[in-house]
T-cell receptor, first 113, second 115 residues
Framework: GDSVTQMEGPVTLSEEAFLTINCTYT??????LFWYVQYPGEGLQLLLK?????DKGSNKGFEATYRKETTSFHLEKGSVQVSDSAVYFC????????????FGRGTSLIVHP | NAGVTQTPKFRVLKTGQSMTLLCAQD?????MYWYRQDPGMGLRLIHY???????AKGEVPDGYNVSRLKKQNFLLGLESAAPSQTSVYFC??????????????FGPGTRLTVL
């Protein structure tokens, strides 16, 4: 079946540092790929998405590129802020199937001033 | 446009008690989902529905029942609560379809403690 693996956290950075959160996937078809963010005490919300190979999703300074050859969708940001502290979830959705998503376990990001 | 709302926000139950969690969405989405989130376990799908009147089991359905009598509502029931059901419960909804149309929209969550 489909699966998503993302790096374990917590990831602890100083403000203005570069961020990478790794995400790799296994899927039988051609999935859509998503990053969701969960701020403390809230539900998840979409951060960015990509629907085909080589697409780049971007939002709020975050970027991720759909790499079919390495089955990866790594999240990056050039300069993190304290307000980026949250839990980040990588997810995929099988476009040719049930559209029921598969989530990674989440990576906690802590940004210090 | 309220998006996805969940009722209640917090609840404390004693072992063996029953309760129903209500999820409502105003985006005319076909698909609705119930997840639980536990530390270190990520999100786990309990049940889902692909349309009014339909329900299906997810990854961890035991001890829960659901109903989707109206398109905009999805109810999660615990018939006899157990301490292992202490968790944060999230409801979500989406359109079916690829090309990113199946983005999930989440509610704010219900924190349930079973003593």
């Amino acid at each position: 079946g489909d699966s998503v693996t993302q790096m374990e956290g917590p990831v602890t950075l100083s403000e203005e540092a570069f961020l990478t959160i790794n995400c790799t996937y296994t899927a039988t078809g051609y999935p859509s790929l998503f990053w969701y963010v969960q701020y403390p005490g809230e539900g998840l919300q979409l951060l960015l998405k990509a629907t085909k190979a080589d697409d780049k999703g971007s939002n709020k300074g975050f970027e991720a590129t759909y790499r079919k050859e390495t089955t990866s969708f790594h999240l990056e940001k050039g300069s993190v802020q304290v307000s980026d502290s949250a839990v980040y979830f990588c997810a995929l959705s099988d476009q040719g199937g049930s559209y029921i998503p598969t989530f990674g376990r989440g990576t906690s990001l802590i940004v210090h001033p | 446009n309220a998006g996805v709302t969940q009722t209640p926000k917090f609840r404390v139950l004693k072992t063996g008690q029953s309760m129903t969690l209500l999820c409502a969405q105003d985006m005319n989405h076909e698909y609705m989902y119930w997840y639980r989130q536990d530390p270190g376990m990520g999100l786990r799908l309990i049940h889902y529905s692909v349309g009014e009147g339909t329900t299906a089991k997810g990854e961890v359905p035991d001890g829960y029942n659901v109903s989707r009598l109206k398109k905009q509502n999805f109810l999660l029931g615990l018939e006899s609560a157990a301490p292992s059901q202490t968790s944060v419960y999230f409801c979500a909804s989406s359109y079916p379809g690829g090309q990113g149309y199946d983005t999930q929209y989440f509610g704010p969550g219900t924190r349930l403690t079973v003593l």
